[in-house]
């Protein structure tokens, strides 16, 4: 990459999402320096015909199964059509885990690693060297540039096609750092049940996510039921090409929109077009999904799920620089969300967990 | 609007779109200068059981149910699983009539006039002095910029809810400007059938349009069956506001999308995330669209709809300013895209003709 080329990929790569990882990597949460206790894996009894097996009895169960209830009562006064019953979920840390560090970062650790026989001068080259030599304090500091040209190497200059192919590969072969399972696997098992439950109720389920779209895509379907058409997220500009007269898409270095804060209000709009009427996220990345989302007329429904289970999973709200969540716990009660406690609401954590 | 807004404005307009209305307009094809015949209302017998009923038996007929027989036959060579059955349709010249100005332009120039009273300097100010006056020659000579400021003011400044109320309470009242009928009166009732034949088969069918998709959201559930999430058009970028605490989506004159040529392929990508196994269009501006869907492997049906009717529509293709086809005429044979003769192959044209 030219100077000049790596000064305009830095302009246009995605600031936020750079300064994240660096603040993940500054702070010594690389992955190398991160624990997590064993999981549970005595899976309770499911009670026949509850539709959500994996949650005890308790106000979060309560409230999605009442909402439901509402929505769904053909004459009552909360009734919605289902065309219009659209559920959108945050996915990192909504729908699977995102410690310690987002699966995506992982994958462009591992991507950086894979084609480095292509690039021999990585190997005394920063920020390369680093990735290549696991040295996650020397990534941190080369900075946003360094991440930036990391993320870049990893997730453009093939085309669409291609990056599918790579992304199913990694995925169906790499393993959460400390659990030792397929990141697939670390999907919560209670999550899956109110996915399952809405569609069973009428509902389209969507992904809105800040991570890639394109790296969610590929398995999102097998894994969570939801369609690609379904899957929001994060997504860098392609160009229309011919190769040998057969059309292909090329990933290019630049962001076409990061679906992260109000820039997922904007995805659900180009995407979906018309408001959910529930929505489910983590961190304060979601609070303007949920904003959007329970701000229109008629019954609405906003869900966070906190992560407080140290012991099965990781607890984390206020000081993290993963999903971080502060204005969302906050503004909750008086916005009427509600708030998952998973150590107690959640009789399992992990899709895992219940085999 | 500041000289510095306009340069920004000029820049970032859809200037594709800008230079076919002025196409459109120096040659004479403003909406007063061009004449259509009145439609026949004659409908045939429509044979029992036939999904197709408007279609005559022809090659264009037996091409759709041969195609969708063989990709629903479980078990057969060219069977294709329901999640995969995406099939996509342009709008203008495909679904509903493009003549003599496409639809958008003609509530463009309704949307001026509604907004004249709050701004009584167009009185006799170019371009909108000759909006108001009905002067076509007028405003095609205000050039590019003129129609851009057009296009600007009758789209940008609104919020996405605010548009939607505009686009309804147009498209419920304006009437086409020599049928004098309903504009979604005016869609092609052989194509209602495909849609509906194909969605009875297990497709999931999208509209891919050039034209702007919060201009068609409002109305193609009703009209087409079509739900908004299902939608892909042209786009204007939007900004996340708070107006009195609540969330609004502000609409600004900056284009974020051309969804036309290889734009559609990229509409395609964004909002789908997989390859359509069928495309249908009528113009050149589809051609990448059905090159895209038919180059993927397995069965692949593209469809081109080739206005021939001078009679009960219009008569158009390689000379027109508007759904100009030239290319997709020339390569449909060896590429075995469907050219659908209508007036040899429609036993109806409109919806409102089979009442």
Do not use: C
Request: aromatic share 8%.
């Amino acid at each position: 990459m030219s100077g000049a080329e790596a000064s305009t990929t830095r302009r246009h790569l995605p600031v936020a999402f750079a300064l994240l990882l660096i603040a993940i990597l500054v702070t010594g949460h690389g992955r190398a320096s991160l624990g997590i206790a064993a999981a549970s894996s005595q899976p309770e009894r499911i009670p026949s015909g509850d539709p959500l097996p994996s949650w005890h009895d308790g106000p979060s169960k309560k409230a999605i199964v009442d909402f439901v209830a509402r929505v769904t009562r053909a004459g009552g006064p909360d009734f919605v059509a289902p065309p219009a019953r659209i559920a959108t979920f945050d996915n990192d840390g909504t729908l699977w885990a995102e410690q310690p560090v987002y699966v995506q970062f992982a994958f462009a650790l591992d991507r950086v690693k894979a084609l480095a026989p292509q690039h021999p001068d990585w190997r005394n080259r920063a920020p390369f060297k680093a990735v290549l030599d696991g040295d996650m304090k020397a990534l941190a500091a080369s900075g946003e540039q360094g991440i930036v040209e990391v993320m870049a190497a990893a997730h453009a200059g093939n085309t669409t096609d291609e990056f599918a192919t790579i992304v199913s590969e990694w995925i169906a072969t790499a393993r959460h750092p400390t659990r030792k399972t397929a990141y697939t696997d670390m999907v919560y098992q209670p999550m899956l049940e109110v996915l399952a439950y809405l569609r069973a109720n009428g509902f389209k389920t969507y992904i809105v996510s800040g991570g890639g779209v394109e790296f969610m895509r590929p398995w999102t379907e097998r894994v969570y039921g939801i369609p690609p058409e379904q899957v929001i997220g994060s997504r860098i500009k392609v160009r229309h090409e011919l190769r040998n007269g057969q059309p292909v898409l090329l990933r290019l270095p630049e962001v076409d929109l990061v679906d992260d804060k109000a820039g997922k209000v904007v995805g659900i709009h180009q995407v979906i077009g018309r408001r959910p009427v529930a929505a489910f996220g983590n961190s304060d990345g979601d609070f303007e999904m949920l904003e959007w989302t329970t701000s229109g007329s008629g019954p609405r429904l906003g869900v966070i799920v906190h992560h407080t289970d140290a012991d099965r999973e990781w607890a984390y709200d206020r000081a993290s620089h993963i999903g971080q969540l502060t204005r969302g716990l906050d503004e909750a009660p008086k916005r009427g969300w509600v708030v998952v406690v998973m150590k107690q609401e959640w009789r399992v954590i992990f899709r895992s967990d219940g085999k």
